[in-house]
């Protein structure tokens, strides 16, 4: 697919301008001193090829764009060379909303860059604009990227004829970044930093530990140097500066700059906040977006964590076998601290709402994400494209999310609400294992999973190309060796963790109000009833179940969750299970989720303080 090219590099100087005035810039993700590749299917094929550029904040942001300018090879017999702006990613270049405009192919010549002026100005929405080039070729390398370690999500988008008719975003297999520029009309940022994230990290007493605080370069003049203040517990600001190992070149690249800390001596929570006041030693262009807060949180034990896979998939998508692989290798390895969840996306007789938001950001089919915080192939792992191809090397980044530290454990208990079985009741309770007097930034979500699922109809049919030529080098892998063989449409499968309905799945459900947190002991945190009475894709009543999941709305990752059956209680924190202390009752709920002091006559539910989950009648 890739060889490198090596013929532009006396090209550099001229193409390559990382800079104009303040109100005129060339703007792209390269920093004009990188060997170019070329990039092909190996096939003479029609080529979509595209790359985003935000315009809520950052460099585009207000400004409007006035030329692009793009490298090729191939192009002898290349025809019907088109720029195009759009909104979104389109199905055609003739289908772009914000503007097409043919290029006289006799203009442009292999490895030298073309410019292209729009016969006016574009202006870059808040949503952001997608600016990309198509074109036919009989060439199977035509494309030119950059080589960069530092590859910038979002700026490789291909699709062509035949081998990839589905837009793919190439820069997060590290392909590097397409050669192309936008100019910009407007003031531009030169100095800016903008703070992503300053996470909570969870440590034992007595350690030193490191917070990672994730930023992003805005300006175009990198970052080789940033000036922050930080503010411990309310404290006094300390101001610090810190030179870089690297210069921060590209715009938009992300990095990190690790701060290391001394552990609490107990248990406790200490709160660090960040601001960058200063890039390279001039004023930050972008404070108002260069603060954030984190937090060293210290316990003296661990929660049991369960990590959760939520997998990409569609019967449409012919590598997606894969994913039924991999789901089915990590339940049996992992057990119940393994929460596959497949959603369904495309043309697919399983796709449900609810996932929608998450869906428009997935790129690729098959694809997963692992609590929220690792992205990868559900199969392959979070190296594939990296060059190498690990049969099942999804265990081992489940292996390393298991290993990380949590500070919080989720009970989930659900029954049906009524005789008929057309709602869920679920209850949750949530355990920090250290003392906190404000409300952590936790959502909860819950997804309900079928398992079984089958249809009629070709829809229902998966999809298969591991049974075509090309894949019969997995014909003795152990885990995809069975997909060889089972032809390229599999018609008789039953589909296993299937979401059918999710709430609250984007960045969680508000909890019910703590005044405070005690460490080890359980807090309700929600109760609710959820309507299955008109789902579609409720075959199985029996084979149905839940997930409870504490979302962290400050990061975005998923804390820690657990998964039960219609009817049962589950908890993730297994220790309480296994403990050997005598069980008492804890709390008491009528069968409308309500607590009660103490049970009247009826049936009752009984949390007990080992885990357990009891209906009881009284009298």
Excluded at 38 to 62: K, N
Excluded at 107 to 122: F, H, I, R, S
Excluded at 430 to 454: F, H, M, T
Excluded at 518 to 540: H, K, P, Y
Aim: glycine share 10%; hydrophobic share 35%.
């Amino acid at each position: 697919m890739m060889r490198f090219y090596r013929k532009l590099i006396a090209l550099m100087v001229s193409f390559f301008p990382l800079a104009g005035s303040a109100e005129n810039v060339w703007y792209g993700y390269y920093d004009g001193e990188e060997q170019l590749s070329e990039f092909g299917t190996g096939l003479g094929e029609a080529y979509d090829c595209a790359a985003f550029f935000a315009g809520d904040i950052g460099v585009a942001s207000g400004k409007a764009i006035s030329k692009v300018r793009f490298t090729l090879q191939g192009t002898r017999d290349m025809t019907g060379l088109r720029v195009w702006l759009s909104t979104k990613l389109p199905k055609s270049a003739a289908d772009s909303d914000l503007g097409v405009y043919d290029v006289d192919i006799s203009t442009v010549a292999d490895g030298l860059p073309v410019e292209v002026g729009l016969p006016q100005q574009c202006w870059v929405p808040e949503s952001g604009i997608y600016v990309g080039y198509s074109f036919q070729t009989t060439d199977p390398f035509p494309l030119l990227t950059t080589r960069s370690e530092t590859t910038v999500p979002d700026e490789f988008y291909m699709k062509t004829t035949t081998s990839y008719p589905e837009w793919i975003d190439f820069s997060q297999y590290k392909y590097g970044n397409l050669a192309m520029e936008i100019l910009l009309e407007g003031d531009t940022y030169a100095n800016a930093v903008q703070v992503i994230s300053v996470p909570e990290i969870v440590s034992f007493p007595g350690s030193d530990v490191v917070i990672p605080v994730r930023m992003v370069n805005y300006g175009t003049e990198g970052v080789s140097e940033i000036e922050y203040t930080l503010v411990e517990d309310g404290g006094e600001p300390q101001v610090v500066t810190r030179k870089l190992d690297r210069n921060v070149a590209q715009p938009k690249e992300e990095f990190i700059v690790n701060l290391d800390f001394p552990a609490l001596d107990g248990m406790g929570i200490s709160y660090k906040d960040l601001t960058v006041t200063k890039v390279n030693g001039c004023r930050n262009e972008m404070e108002e977006y260069a603060h954030g807060r984190g937090a060293l949180i210290t316990i003296l034990k661990n929660a049991p964590r369960t990590t959760v896979m939520e997998e990409f998939t569609g019967t449409w998508c012919g590598w997606c076998p894969r994913g039924i692989a991999g789901m089915e290798a990590l339940s049996s390895d992992f057990g119940g601290n393994f929460i596959g969840i497949a959603i369904h996306g495309g043309d697919d007789p399983m796709v449900i709402d609810d996932y929608s938001e998450i869906l428009s950001s997935v790129e690729n089919f098959p694809s997963c994400r692992l609590d929220r915080e690792v992205s990868g192939d559900p199969f392959f792992g979070s190296t594939y494209g990296l060059g190498s191809e690990p049969s099942y090397g999804i265990r081992s980044d489940v292996e390393t999310q298991l290993q990380k530290m949590t500070p919080a454990a989720v009970m989930l208990a659900s029954e049906w609400t009524d005789g008929d079985r057309t709602g869920i009741r679920v209850s949750s309770a949530v355990k920090l294992q250290y003392p906190r007097q404000d409300a952590p930034d936790y959502g909860i979500s819950y997804v309900i999973c079928a398992d079984g699922l089958r249809g009629e109809g070709n829809s229902w049919w998966q999809n298969n190309d591991f049974s075509l030529p090309m894949a019969q080098g997995y014909k003795d892998d152990p885990y995809l060796g069975r997909f060889t063989e089972a032809g390229s449409r599999i018609r008789d499968i039953a589909y296993d963790d299937v979401a059918i309905a999710a709430y609250g799945i984007d960045n969680g459900l508000d909890m019910s109000p703590v005044s405070s947190w005690d460490d080890g002991n359980w807090v309700d945190v929600d109760s609710r009833a959820l309507d299955i009475s008109g789902n579609g894709l409720v075959q199985d009543k029996e084979r149905l179940s839940v997930v409870a999941m504490i979302v962290d709305r400050h990061s975005g990752r998923i804390v820690n969750a657990v998964k039960a059956r219609v009817g049962e209680r589950n908890s993730s924190d297994v220790s309480s299970v296994e403990g050997t202390e005598p069980a008492v009752a804890e709390a008491v709920y009528d069968l409308s989720g309500r607590r009660v002091a103490r049970p009247s006559s009826g049936i009752f539910i009984v949390r007990y303080s080992d885990g357990r989950i009891r209906k009881i009648m009284s009298n």
